[in-house]
């Protein structure tokens, strides 16, 4: 049996850091989804329960924002408890294993106002520089 959840979309609440009374990070957050309603219509949202624990929670938590489009590569988990007039629940949620930006600073800041912070870039998602000067003897190999 395989469990595996891919999820792309972008944060709806700023994700809040907690720490558990065993000294463990974790963070809870909702990302918004999108996906095909009908064909050539609007697309419907599914607001999709995440939880992330340790340096993965760390990491969310000090560098997405609300708003922030975020990749999660994680599981699904089903948590059962009690509600507050006794009925029993059960709450459906990924657990994150990995979490990465899926855009660049320069998106981000667009989309929030702001930037990200410089320590960290998404080097995949920048336009690639001009190398037409490089030579080959330039090349380490």
Known sequence: ???????????????ELKTTQSGISVTSFSVAVNRPYRTGEEQQTDFINVVAWRKTAEFIAKYF???????????????????????NRTAFEVVVNNAQFVESKRDSA???????????SNAGADDFSDLSDVSDDDLPF
């Open 1 to 15: 049996m395989f469990n595996l959840v891919v999820l792309t979309g972008r944060l709806t609440a700023d994700p």
């Open 65 to 87: 924002k609300k708003g922030n489009m975020i990749g999660i590569e994680g599981s699904i988990q089903t948590r059962k408890y009690t509600d507050k007039n006794g009925n």
């Open 110 to 120: 667009a989309s929030q106002g702001g930037e990200q912070p410089a320590s960290f």
